[in-house]
C-alpha cells in the first residue's frame, strides 16, 4: 500500500526539528507538502534514513560507515569535523610550552616539543627543526633540536656550535674528512666553519649555538 505523505507530515518533522524528511520510492507526496517542506528549508529525500552514527568509542578517528543513500546534512557535517581532526590539517606550527621566572629563568617543556619541516633549500632533503630558546630571549646562544632522515646537507655554520646526539649515527664531513658521531657524543664546531651534515638511517641532536661572534 502507497504512503500518502502531506503537509501535515512535514510539519511534524520541523517540529522535531528533523532538516530531512525520507519517504519511500512507492509514497505519494502531495503539491501542499512539497511547498511546506520548501517553505520550512526541509529537504526531501526518496531512500531509508542513514543508520545514525554510534560513539562508542571517543576517540577522534573511529570510521563511519557511509549511509548508501541521501546524506543527512549534519551527517555530513560530523563526518567532515571527525576527518579533519584525524588529518590534523591545521597549518599553525605547534606550540612550544614554556615556563618563565621573572629573572629570566626559562624551562622549555619536553612533551611540548614538536620537530617541524626545515628549508634547507632542497626539497628533498629530510630535515627537521625545533628551536627552544631564540636570540630575544637570550644574547648569548641559540639552542634547539634538529633531525634528518636518511638525507644529506651542506650548510655554513655561522657561530659556534655544540651538537649533543640523542639517537641514530651523524657523520659531519669537514674538508674532506668524515667524524661519525653516535649518541652521546657531542660535536664542537667552530664558527664560519662549511659542514656537510648526513646519515643513513635516521639521527636527532640536541644544538647549541653561541652569538658571541
Do not use: W
Given at each position: 500500500?502507497k504512503?500518502l505523505?502531506?503537509?501535515?507530515?512535514?510539519?511534524?518533522?520541523?517540529?522535531?526539528?528533523e532538516?530531512t524528511f525520507?519517504?519511500q520510492?512507492?509514497?505519494?507526496i502531495?503539491?501542499?507538502?512539497t511547498d511546506?517542506?520548501?517553505d520550512l528549508?526541509?529537504?526531501?529525500?526518496?531512500g531509508?534514513?542513514?543508520?545514525?552514527?554510534?560513539?562508542?568509542?571517543n576517540?577522534p578517528c573511529?570510521p563511519?560507515?557511509?549511509?548508501?543513500?541521501?546524506?543527512d546534512?549534519?551527517l555530513?557535517?560530523?563526518?567532515v569535523?571527525?576527518?579533519m581532526a584525524?588529518?590534523?590539517l591545521?597549518?599553525?606550527?605547534?606550540q612550544?610550552i614554556?615556563?618563565?621566572?621573572?629573572?629570566?629563568?626559562?624551562?622549555?617543556?619536553?612533551d611540548?616539543?614538536?620537530?617541524?619541516n626545515?628549508d634547507?633549500?632542497?626539497?628533498q632533503?629530510?630535515?627537521?627543526?625545533?628551536?627552544?630558546?631564540?636570540s630575544?630571549?637570550s644574547s648569548?646562544?641559540?639552542?634547539?633540536?634538529?633531525s634528518l632522515?636518511a638525507?644529506?646537507?651542506?650548510?655554513?655554520?655561522k657561530?659556534?656550535?655544540?651538537?649533543?646526539?640523542i639517537?641514530?649515527t651523524?657523520?659531519?664531513?669537514?674538508?674532506?674528512k668524515t667524524y661519525?658521531g653516535?649518541p652521546?657524543?657531542?660535536?664542537f664546531?667552530?664558527a664560519?666553519?662549511?659542514?656537510?651534515?648526513?646519515t643513513?638511517?635516521n639521527?636527532?641532536?640536541?644544538?647549541?649555538s653561541s652569538?658571541n661572534?
Amino acid at each position: 500500500m502507497k504512503t500518502l505523505i502531506t503537509a501535515t507530515d512535514v510539519k511534524k518533522a520541523a517540529e522535531n526539528h528533523e532538516t530531512t524528511f525520507y519517504i519511500q520510492a512507492d509514497s505519494i507526496i502531495t503539491p501542499s507538502a512539497t511547498d511546506t517542506a520548501q517553505d520550512l528549508g526541509i529537504q526531501i529525500i526518496v531512500g531509508s534514513a542513514p543508520e545514525p552514527v554510534k560513539d562508542e568509542i571517543n576517540t577522534p578517528c573511529n570510521p563511519i560507515a557511509l549511509p548508501s543513500s541521501g546524506l543527512d546534512p549534519n551527517l555530513v557535517a560530523k563526518i567532515v569535523g571527525e576527518v579533519m581532526a584525524c588529518l590534523n590539517l591545521s597549518k599553525q606550527p605547534s606550540q612550544l610550552i614554556k615556563e618563565v621566572d621573572p629573572c629570566g629563568l626559562r624551562l622549555a617543556k619536553g612533551d611540548s616539543v614538536v620537530l617541524e619541516n626545515y628549508d634547507t633549500g632542497n626539497p628533498q632533503d629530510k630535515v627537521k627543526i625545533k628551536e627552544l630558546f631564540n636570540s630575544r630571549e637570550s644574547s648569548n646562544f641559540l639552542a634547539g633540536f634538529i633531525s634528518l632522515e636518511a638525507t644529506s646537507y651542506s650548510t655554513l655554520i655561522k657561530h659556534d656550535e655544540l651538537n649533543y646526539i640523542i639517537d641514530g649515527t651523524l657523520k659531519c664531513n669537514v674538508n674532506g674528512k668524515t667524524y661519525i658521531g653516535k649518541p652521546g657524543d657531542t660535536f664542537f664546531i667552530p664558527a664560519n666553519t662549511k659542514v656537510t651534515f648526513s646519515t643513513s638511517n635516521n639521527v636527532r641532536f640536541f644544538y647549541a649555538s653561541s652569538l658571541n661572534r
